[in-house]
């Protein structure tokens, strides 16, 4: 096809209006047409040195990037409305990235509308063809994703062939494989894998062949966040009665099978996860309980970063939202979300287009989430109203009263350590309004007090040193003017 002929689909690009598999191929032709442009002209010039051609593929890229950006654009668009397409479907099921879409939709490309040519790539050519930054850097970077422990070839999507030209030179091509074309069906007519596909993907006990060892859960984990072992007990934190009781009601009743018996899950299609949220000023034990929580539970956390979610290319924020409680959902840990007005806040403070689908990702993933998360923010005004009606149990973290802070003093001090018979946690919660974040600071003032004096025995002069100290080293004047911090 004519360069003339690609810009001038490339300016009539169709709009996906149904959700047929059929369209979805047709729209994406656009883009493919492009990257088999760019497979063209680099075999070009690997038979002969030509600098238009090489001014001819960064042309190129900035067109794949444009076409490719709209494609994605409207499919989100158009996920988020009900539609469903086959190879989304499949994508999902793997688990694959915004890259490794790219490459199995060209090869599906080549399969379909290509039909006399080679369906076959060396792995250093497809490096190059999905290089859209004509960096180095890039193809090493994302050659990640075609070695043999990764998705594309060890979920046997795609198939490999090895050549060898003479002793020393060895190529490996890539192409797709017939189980790609056995899903598509499939999905097409809404089958049930059949026993034969279920045997070549899993093992004599039913356990996937391929599924991913520790050190490789850790690495998916640490795209999107971190793993954390919950330090602190439920039992730990300091809750009035009514609160503690309102949680542990969800806590104990949580994936009950009782509640099947009765055919909630008939009913409930939707929001079947249990969802917290906490909000209230920084530190003041939000955290805190959170891992009580997952420590009740017997679960690790996975504590989401926002710098680790947030991507650069279109489409790959939206696919990391999806990571993050995809994992949780595998691996069964306790989803934490700190600071989640980032990306929970009131849409209509949204200023651009992808501001207000990052919310619509994140309130669609939530429902859909069936394990147990955990949102805190303390700026819970800024926080869009569609995620009320996803909350399990809201809890708002206010100052405490002098009972609950002399609990909170108690509950710092290290048991191993002596404390002096003048100690007056009743005092101390009178005379300082602190929360329980500003009590922990308190206490480790005075602890470094007695390990400078090389002492063993915590005195009651100690834990007002430490007390004062925190009050006078507090930057925040409306503070100092009032109530210091916020409990539950």
């Not at 990052?358 to 869009?384: H, K, P, S």
Request: overall charge negative; aromatic content about 10%.
């Amino acid at each position: 096809m004519s360069e003339k002929n690609l810009m001038e689909m490339q300016e009539n690009e169709i709009e996906i209006n149904a959700s047929s598999d059929e369209e979805y191929m047709r729209r994406y032709s656009v883009v493919g047409e492009l990257y088999y442009a760019k497979r063209k002209l680099i075999r070009k010039l690997q038979k002969e040195e030509n600098g238009e051609s090489s001014e001819k593929i960064g042309e190129l890229n900035s067109k794949i990037k444009t076409a490719e950006d709209a494609f994605l654009k409207d499919v989100i668009e158009l996920i988020s409305d009900g539609r469903k397409f086959s190879f989304e479907v499949m994508a999902e099921e793997f688990g694959l990235k915004l890259y490794e879409k790219r490459v199995l939709l060209f090869f599906c490309f080549i399969h379909f509308f290509c039909k006399s040519a080679s369906n076959l790539c060396p792995d250093a050519e497809l490096s190059e063809i999905f290089d859209l930054e004509d960096s180095l850097f890039a193809r090493m970077r994302d050659f990640k994703y075609l070695i043999r422990s990764a998705p594309l070839l060890k979920n046997d999507l795609l198939g490999k062939k090895s050549e060898y030209r003479d002793l020393e030179q060895h190529t490996r091509s890539l192409g797709l494989s017939g189980k790609v074309l056995a899903i598509f069906s499939r999905n097409l007519l809404k089958e049930l894998p059949s026993e034969d596909e279920k045997l070549k993907t899993e093992g004599k006990d039913g356990e996937c062949e391929c599924c991913e060892t520790p050190e490789e859960k850790e690495k998916s984990v640490k795209d999107v966040g971190f793993f954390l072992e919950p330090r602190y007990r439920f039992e730990d934190v300091v809750l009035p009665d009514v609160l503690r009781d309102k949680v542990m009601f969800f806590l104990q009743t949580f994936a009950d099978p009782g509640l099947d018996q009765f055919g909630a899950g008939d009913i409930l299609k939707k929001g079947k996860g249990l969802v917290f949220l906490f909000y209230g000023p920084p530190g003041t034990g939000k955290s805190m309980l959170a891992e009580g929580i997952a420590s009740y539970l017997g679960k690790k956390m996975l504590m989401a970063e926002m710098p680790k979610l947030t991507r650069k290319w279109y489409g790959e924020t939206d696919k990391a939202i999806a990571d993050l409680f995809r994992l949780a959902k595998e691996q069964n840990l306790v989803l934490c979300m700190n600071e989640a007005d980032s990306f929970l806040y009131d849409r209509t403070f949204g200023v651009q287009e992808h501001d207000i689908r990052f919310v619509n990702v994140m309130l669609q993933e939530i429902e859909r989430f069936e394990g147990v998360a955990v949102f805190t923010t303390n700026m819970d005004a800024l926080l869009d109203p569609a995620l009320e009606r996803r909350v399990s149990l809201r809890i708002p973290f206010a100052l405490p009263d002098e009972k609950i802070r002399a609990q909170i003093w108690r509950k710092h001090i290290p048991q191993s350590l002596r404390l002096a018979e003048d100690v007056n946690f009743d005092q101390l919660a009178h005379t300082f309004d602190f929360s329980g974040g500003y009590i922990k600071n308190a206490v480790m003032n005075a602890a470094r007090r007695i390990v400078l004096d090389k002492r063993d025995v915590m005195t009651k002069e100690d834990l007002l040193f430490g007390a004062q100290m925190e009050k006078d080293g507090l930057y925040n004047k409306e503070l100092k003017k009032g109530p210091v911090g916020f409990a539950f």
